[in-house]
């Protein structure tokens, strides 16, 4: 097989070699960008809600998100405050950590799911430079404060520049909307874009990774490239003379060869017609 029919069985092994590392990248571009942890709580009392609400989570985010009871079994239920929105209820607990911006603007429809009653949520999230903005709200007003709890609570990743929640932290905030009414959910969070601060190094890694894939395929070129014995002509000696000029020098022998012989011919024949005129004289 020649170096030029091995050409294509080299780069198909060079891009066979390449797709864990590609779909890695892939993977991981995927995941630069803002993310939102958090938690929120949807509950009722048994006597609206025969079953507890419960949510259903889609299967594209069930290992982003973990469901568990609430209040729960522990100290937290027994010491449960009276005087709580969510005393005497129960319900679920739905715990989201790394959602994308796309993921957490469809926690709005999981929500809305889970309460009923005609009730809606909606949340989105958005940058505009530094700035992250949470924008969402609620439609209550088929539920009643005696008989439903809902509770939101977002992690940002830098720190909270303005709000109409509770602050819960640096970068998190809180809202508890009153079941009945209509609710708004605002947040500003104030940090660099994680997407371009990752650019540049993946940028490195992708340039150094071409590198490598143009110095293997030369490698693997030259490794086996065509060394069969090349023919060529051979060079004709420049002090040797060509055969024009032998056949040149061959004539021209040939012609004084015939030249003496004629001119041997002819003194014979000279010497033939002079010698009966001699012999007359004698």
Do not use: H
Not at 141 to 166: C, H, I, M, R
Not at 171 to 180: D, H, L, Q, R
């Amino acid at each position: 097989m020649s170096s030029l029919a091995r050409l294509p069985v080299l780069a198909a092994v060079a891009l066979l070699t390449l797709v864990p590392l590609l779909s890695g990248c892939l993977t991981r571009s995927e995941n630069v960008g803002d993310q939102f942890s958090g938690s929120i709580v949807v509950a009722a009392t048994p006597a609206s809600s025969p079953s507890p609400p419960t949510f259903d989570i889609p299967a594209s985010m069930s290992g982003s998100i973990a469901v568990t009871e609430f209040p729960g079994d522990g100290p937290a239920r027994r010491g449960d405050d009276p005087e709580s929105p969510a005393a005497g209820k129960n319900g679920s607990r739905m715990t989201f950590s790394n959602l994308t911006a796309g993921q957490f603007g469809q926690l709005g429809d999981i929500v809305s799911g889970a309460l009923g009653n005609g009730a809606t949520v909606d949340l989105s999230a958005t940058r505009s430079g530094d700035i992250v903005r949470l924008r969402g709200g609620a439609a209550l007003t088929g539920l009643t404060p005696q008989n439903d709890y809902l509770a939101l609570t977002v992690d940002f990743g830098g720190p909270v520049v303005a709000t109409n929640g509770e602050r819960a932290g640096e970068n998190s905030v809180s809202w508890i909307p009153e079941p009945g009414q209509n609710a708004d959910f605002n947040a500003d969070a104030e940090y660099p874009d994680p997407a371009t601060a990752a650019l540049p190094s993946w940028t490195w890694f992708m340039v150094l990774l071409c590198l490598a894939v143009v110095a293997l395929v030369g490698a693997l070129a030259y490794r086996f490239r065509d060394r069969t014995p090349r023919y060529v002509a051979p060079r004709p000696d420049s002090g040797s003379p060509g055969p024009g000029l032998l056949g040149t020098r061959f004539f021209r022998r040939s012609g004084s060869a015939e030249g003496g012989d004629d001119a041997e011919s002819a003194d014979g024949d000279s010497a033939d017609r002079r010698q009966p005129a001699k012999n007359r004289t004698d």
